[in-house]
């Protein structure tokens, strides 16, 4: 009697994200069977999401269809579906219209949103900056203040118009406060007629004391210099204590302003409280040294999902590099234990920090190497073309910042989904 063929080793990947879209893609040419779900059909390259918020790249030059880039997989069945929970006893993913997904191995790629510690209330006023859907709402409340000043006759109203608030001075409230601030400054003076739209006020608040906190004190102090040399008004040591729809409060005053950007901290996905396991205050779920959630050997998890400590006992930062690096493991050791074999613990190697101030400035720590100005300008932006997917996508985005760079043009500037009435 002929024995009928083992059935292929079940992986599920919730999320295709870095973390996740990087196990998938080290998993082939293993004995698997994977099935990816996401709730966007998507891969966003978040790096650069600052830049579509502010008008300098289109969505389609940082995301991705995930069927595209995994349509010469056979192995890979793609989900479009919001996962809401996990059944560890029966081994099945569930998702929200009812179904569920059974799984050998799991891997939690959930990603995470902004957090408001403790006032979701803030929200409408002030969005966080997580997904296409988060940029393209920035990028129209932007360009609707300039348009509403156009035509505004009280100096007042005008005023708190042309008043962008930023919330949070890590590299995304410092890239995002930058790029403001230069498509205030050099794109758009020559295109409206009764404001100067160099007039405009970018407030970069930061509860902590320095900008730039993971950077080493002389990159942060430049980069806070860089930032002022912009005409950014950089507020440190003063947390805010209330968002509106007509500006904040920080320090016990009060600023008039109609664009609130947060960027101010982040909560991970409900993952933690699927499978009522341990995590940090920002919900992040404390896994194993080989990146498997305690007591749940078949279940990984990866990116923004986990907290984990680096050789030196110090986290690993929640960036693409690391979620790739633990994407990277987590194939690595599911081939391994499909072999009978097992890795040894994850370990991070950290690749160097990034981060742009502004129009060709830029701050880089490798460690003991470091670098500042324009040099690290260039080098930032080699480093984002590079980790982009496909020919068409890197020339697009060069060619979009050379004309940036020459012209002080941005392509982008298009007010979509919805109308000015809503940004009020």
Known sequence: MTQAPAKPHRVVIVGAGFGGLEAAFGLSGAPVEITLIDRRNHHLFQPLLYQVATASLATSEIAWPIRYLLRDRPDVTTLFAN????????????????DSIPYDTLILATGARHAYFGHDEWEPFAPGLKTLEDATTLRRRILVAFERAERETDPE?????????????GPTGVEMAGTIADLANDTLPRDFRHIDTRKARVVLIEAGPRVLAGFPDDLSAYAQRSLQSLGIEVMLGEPVTECSADGVVYGGKRLEARTIVWAAGVQASRAAEWLNAPADRAQRLQVEPDLTVPGHPDIFAVGDTVTIKDSDGNPVPG????????????????????????????RYKHAGSLAQIGKRLAVIDFG????????AW?????????????????????????????????????????SSKVDK
């Open 378 to 418: 260039w080098i930032w932006g080699i480093a984002h073309i590079y980790f982009l997917i496909g020919l068409r996508n890197r020339l697009s985005v060069a060619l979009s910042w050379m004309w940036i760079h020459a012209r002080n043009q941005r392509a982008a500037r298009l007010i979509t989904q919805g």
């Open 319 to 346: 960036i693409a590099p690391a979620a790739k690096q633990e994407g990277r493991y987590v194939a690595a050791q599911i081939k391994a234990r499909l072999k009978g074999e097992t890795l040894p613990p994850f």
């Open 157 to 169: 109203i005008r005023a708190a118009l042309l008043t962008f608030v930023v919330i949070g001075a």
């Open 368 to 375: 003991k190497f470091k670098l500042r100005g324009t040099i």
């Open 83 to 98: 996962a809401c929970g996990v059944d560890a006893a029966g081994k099945h993913v569930l998702v929200d219209d009812g």
